[in-house]
Structure formats: structure tokens, C-alpha cells
Nanobody, 126 residues
Framework: QVQLVESGGGSVQAGGSLRLSCAAS????????MGWFRQAPGKEREGVAG???????RYADSVKGRFTISKDNAKNTLYLQMNSLKPEDTAMYYC????????????????????WGQGTQVTVSS
């Protein structure tokens, strides 16, 4: 059973930074594609960034140039570095995983992923 545990959320002022982590109970993280998603109250879940098992990356247009996804296979951890945060980035952030490679065009689609964490809250004040 794969378990994903997010951490690193919190409250920050606009323009600030946070780094989210997702610790995965996966022996060979390099064989998995992973993603970060977010959901604000009353809104649909949005794919923020994804990284496939080959290391290819996709970002939502709303976070390009501000967020960076990375994966440390040795530490079994996925990261999301978030800079220049905006109030509209406020949401619950989730990490997700799926074994194997996911094509780029659906890398940020929630229905593709098998495993999900419980989420970590990010609040950005103006």
C-alpha cells in the first residue's frame, strides 16, 4: 500500500515562498510519475505540476515561472517550491502518484493517479 504524506504548508504573505514536501512509501520512486494538485473551497481540483517517471515536467500556466516541481528518488520525496505566491494560490495542496510513465498531455489530470496524500493547506494573504 502506497502512502503519501505532504508537509510544508502554512500561511504566508503575498510575494513569499513555501516548499511543500511529499514523503512517499515507495521503494523505487524513479518508477513513478507524480503530481501536485490543489483545491480551493468551491472550486475543482487543479493539476499544478506533474513529473513523469522519465523526469519530464508539466506546469499549469498559472504557476509557470513561479513554482518548481522536483523529485528526490534517493529520499523518496517529491517537492514543490513555490515562489512569488499570490492570494489566488490559497488552497489545499495534494500530492499524487502512479507507477509508470504518464503522457505529458494528461500528466496534470487527477483521474490518472492511483495514490493520494491527505493534503497540506497553503494560505496566502494580501
Amino acid at each position: 500500500q502506497v502512502q503519501l504524506v505532504e508537509s510544508g504548508g502554512g500561511s504566508v504573505q503575498a510575494g513569499g515562498s513555501l516548499r511543500l514536501s511529499c514523503a512517499a512509501s515507495i521503494n523505487t520512486l524513479s518508477n513513478y510519475s507524480m503530481g501536485w494538485f490543489r483545491q480551493a473551497p468551491g472550486k475543482e481540483r487543479e493539476g499544478v505540476a506533474g513529473i513523469d517517471s522519465n523526469g519530464s515536467i508539466r506546469y499549469a500556466d498559472s504557476v509557470k515561472g513561479r513554482f518548481t516541481i522536483s523529485k528526490d528518488n534517493a529520499k523518496n520525496t517529491l517537492y514543490l517550491q513555490m515562489n512569488s505566491l499570490k492570494p489566488e494560490d490559497t488552497a489545499m495542496y495534494y500530492c499524487a502518484a502512479r507507477p509508470g510513465r504518464i503522457p505529458g498531455w494528461i500528466l496534470r489530470s487527477s483521474w490518472v493517479y492511483n495514490y493520494w496524500g491527505q493534503g497540506t493547506q497553503v494560505t496566502v494573504s494580501s
